[in-house]
């Protein structure tokens, strides 16, 4: 059974920044950052597999940045020149095992909770 806990989330203003955290417990194979905004699709954002490999969303690419510790089995999203579109709840997931496809969310087996991001 694996627990993802969010935080980092936050009110900024546009072109700011921040960094989300999700401690994870547990062995997971690939981690990725998922977005939803009311009224809105989960999106998919950022994700990282075992390897290293790092997949984005063509809407965040060159702005946020997937990154994790496997010490301290933290993952984390450096969000950049952050834009009102960017507002929404964001949710780490884990997968245990193989690959994943980031316009997905039903490859990923476990969901944190999220945490907020509004940008104005």
């Known amino acids: 059974h694996v627990q993802l806990v969010e935080s980092g989330g936050g009110s900024v203003q546009a072109g700011g920044s921040l960094r989300l955290s999700c401690a994870a417990s547990g062995n997971t194979y690939s981690l990725g950052w998922f977005r939803q905004a009311p009224g809105k699709e989960r999106e998919g954002v950022a994700g990282?597999?075992?390897?290293?490999?790092?997949k984005y969303a063509d809407s965040v690419k060159d702005r946020f940045s997937i990154s994790k510790d496997n010490n301290k089995n933290t993952l984390y999203l450096e969000m950049g020149d952050l834009k009102p579109e960017d507002t929404a709840m964001y949710y780490c997931?884990?997968?245990?095992?193989?690959?994943?496809?980031?316009?997905?969310?039903?490859?990923?087996?476990?969901w944190g909770r999220g945490t907020q991001v509004t940008v104005s």
């Open positions: 997931a884990a997968k245990l095992t193989g690959g994943y496809c980031l316009t997905a969310s039903s490859d990923f087996d476990y």
């Open positions: 990282i597999d075992n390897r290293g490999n790092r």
